[in-house]
């Protein structure tokens, strides 16, 4: 086996020549006089004997300021023709391995950000007994039996499972969570995907969302040179904070020229004009964060103890993008309890599978739950965003149709 590279290509670029260097990538080009050799830092010629279009090779010779002087020693060659269209080294080409530098680094960022806060990050099971019961989300079902303990699904969210934990005691806990979803594949979606979600203890949905606003514009700092513009969709959106508030009554008539009270209780209705008329408006220039959702949608939230009629629920928009849903929490087990049934029934009403209610989670609940305020934060999206990725596809590593 040859040595390994001395040097990574973009470096030996930078040496004052003449200079001895090793470098090893693969061949992207083939000349009379030489072979380019590329690495995940950069491109540099080889003069000299060279290798097949599409090897992996060890070039070592002198760099002279222009090109390395020296030989290439083979280390393995393609055995089909190279780049194949529909292969990796195509896939992974144009910019791909650089997004991915960049998905990492923003991965750490908020990793810093939540321990700089003193959040516990926890690893919760991705197999669970329940998915949930919201009426529009699909799990995928693990093998019957596989456990030998009853049924299983991937988890759409960690929720549950990060409830149980903040009753056991946990003040402030975070997961960056791989999450499935079944029936969910296009621009802004994929079956399998990365959620940030956190939970604090003796809070609300206000002080979550600042904790939103902050960690967007700290990501954004640490990936655009300390600025918080990014390029969004095709819109610059500036993420410092504060962002906008903004009630789901105040953005249908502002952008729909609609009244919440037209549009309930038909809730198809409602999404048709939400969809359609206003989430393409949301968070142009600037984030904004929708509150004050109808107790009907108010799902894990608390209702709002001012107005009943509402939920403690709140959504975060970035160019039009949907970027989070947090909720001031429901703790009370009884009206969970409640939820969940009804959630039951409107499933197997619309002919979905009723998947059972997550005994344990509710018995976190009896037991007591504190106080608390939650979010759920596509991490996928972020990166989308950050970067000004027109697909998710862009910022992710192997899609699902590429399996």
């Known amino acids: 086996m040859p040595e390994s590279p001395r040097y990574p290509i973009a470096i030996v670029r930078r040496l004052k020549p003449p200079a001895p260097a090793r470098v090893g990538g693969r061949v992207v080009e083939r000349r009379e006089d030489g072979v380019r050799v590329r690495d995940v830092s950069g491109e540099l010629f080889v003069a000299g004997p060279g290798a097949a279009l599409g090897a992996w090779v060890v070039a070592e010779g002198t760099w002279n300021g222009e090109r390395l002087e020296g030989r290439c020693r083979l280390l393995n060659a393609p055995r089909v023709p190279y780049p194949r269209p529909d292969g990796d080294a195509a896939w992974f080409a144009d910019g791909r391995l650089e997004r991915l530098r960049e998905r990492a680094a923003m991965k750490q960022a908020v990793r810093d950000f939540f321990a700089q806060r003193a959040f516990l990050e926890v690893e919760t099971p991705a197999m669970v007994p329940s998915p949930g019961l919201d009426l529009h989300l699909d799990a995928f079902e693990v093998q019957p039996g596989a456990l030998g303990d009853g049924p299983r699904w991937l988890i759409t969210s960690p929720e549950y499972q990060m409830k149980r934990v903040l009753a056991g005691g946990a003040a402030r806990i975070v997961q960056i969570a791989r999450c499935f979803r079944d029936g969910e594949r296009g621009r802004h979606h994929e079956p399998e995907f990365t959620m940030v979600e956190w939970y604090r203890a003796f809070a609300g949905s206000a002080e979550v969302m600042r904790d939103t606003e902050q960690l967007v514009a700290h990501v954004a700092r640490g990936t655009r040179e300390g600025s918080t513009v990014i390029p969004a969709r095709g819109t610059p959106v500036d993420v410092a904070p504060p962002w906008e508030r903004l009630t789901v009554a105040e953005a249908l008539e502002r952008y729909a020229g609609k009244t919440l009270a037209a549009l309930l209780p038909d809730e198809e209705r409602f999404f048709r004009v939400w969809i359609e008329e206003v989430e393409p408006q ?122």
């Not at 002919?351 to 504190?370: H, N, T, V, W």
């Not at 990166?383 to 399996?403: C, F, N, Q, T, Y």
Request: net charge negative.
């Open 282 to 403: 949301l968070g142009r220039g600037r984030p904004v964060f929708v509150t004050h959702w109808p107790a009907s949608m108010a799902s894990l939230a608390r209702l709002d103890p001012r107005d009943p009629s509402v939920a403690d629920r709140f959504e975060a928009y970035v160019d039009g993008l949907e970027l989070c849903n947090g909720f001031g929490e429901l703790v009370d087990p009884v009206e969970q309890r409640d939820r969940l049934e009804r959630d039951q029934r409107a499933r197997e009403e619309a002919g979905k599978p009723a998947y059972p209610i997550d005994e344990r989670f509710l018995g976190a609940l009896e037991e007591g739950l504190p106080p608390c305020g939650g979010n759920a934060l596509g991490f996928d999206r972020l990166v989308m965003l950050v970067l000004g990725a027109a697909h998710i596809e862009d910022v992710l590593a192997l899609p699902s149709r590429r399996l």
